[in-house]
T-cell receptor, first 111, second 114 residues
Framework: KNEVEQSPQNLTAQEGEFITINCSYS?????LHWLQQHPGGGIVSLFM???GKKKHGRLIATINIQEKHSSLHITASHPRDSAVYIC?????????????FGSGTQLTVLP | KAGVTQTPRYLIKTRGQQVTLSCSPI?????VSWYQQTPGQGLQFLFE?????QRNKGNFPGRFSGRQFSNSRSEMNVSTLELGDSALYLC???WGAGGPEEQYFGPGTRLTVT
């Protein structure tokens, strides 16, 4: 089973700051997911990436397959970015939907 | 197009009872996965259904079961409820292709067992 470690667990930032959330996993994977969960529980898929870098607005996700590490960056953070960010990986074999999740990073952005 | 819907959104049950939760995927999606989220264990995979067949199951007791209908709608059932089953139950749908693909999550059903 893949072990997924996220850091930090909690992060408080001032509006406008650059944010980095890290995710490490133990077994080689085909892709990694970054998810966002707002209070109330709804989860939104932010990125799925298997190599390199992806960018969507102020969000950037990178992955280093050799290092088994991924980062999620938020540029010019805003209070509406306050949420829990979760990385998730599929198993090395079997269904890609059988995700293992990190414990999440609670991000609070203060105005 | 309409997103993933889950019903009911909130549910309170008593220990020993059983419960059925429903998930309607995005139109055209054939894979439905179920996840349990608790403060202690975080998010955990329950099972995945594709074309009315259970494709994978996570490490949960047999009290947790599910099924999928021909229109891809899925239900999960928990029998003989325990206090520890109190959780947010999320379903997610996707096309069901063999490899990794983006999943679309529903709003979840919050189950409280008293």
């Amino acid at each position: 089973k893949n072990e997924v470690e996220q850091s930090p667990q909690n992060l408080t930032a001032q509006e406008g700051e650059f944010i980095t959330i890290n995710c490490s996993y133990s077994v080689g994977i085909s892709a990694l997911h970054w998810l966002q969960q707002h209070p109330g529980g709804g989860i939104v898929s932010l990125f799925m990436l298997s190599s390199g870098k992806k960018k969507h607005g102020r969000l950037i996700a990178t992955i280093n397959i050799q290092e088994k590490h991924s980062s999620l960056h938020i540029t010019a953070s805003h209070p509406r970015d306050s949420a829990v960010y979760i990385c998730a990986v599929p198993p090395s074999s079997g269904s890609a939907r059988q995700l293992t999740f990190g414990s999440g990073t609670q991000l609070t952005v203060l105005p | 197009k309409a997103g993933v819907t889950q019903t009911p959104r909130y549910l309170i049950k008593t220990r020993g009872q059983q419960v059925t939760l429903s998930c309607s995927p995005i139109s055209g999606h054939r894979s439905v996965s179920w996840y349990q989220q608790t403060p202690g264990q975080g998010l955990q995979f329950l099972f995945e259904y594709f074309s009315e067949t259970q494709r994978n199951k996570g490490n949960f007791p047999g009290r947790f079961s599910g099924r999928q209908f021909s229109n891809s709608r899925s239900e999960m059932n928990v029998s003989t409820l325990e206090l520890g089953d109190s959780a947010l139950y999320l379903c997610a749908s996707s096309w069901g292709a063999g490899g990794p693909e983006e999943q679309y999550f529903g709003p979840g059903t919050r189950l409280t067992v008293t």
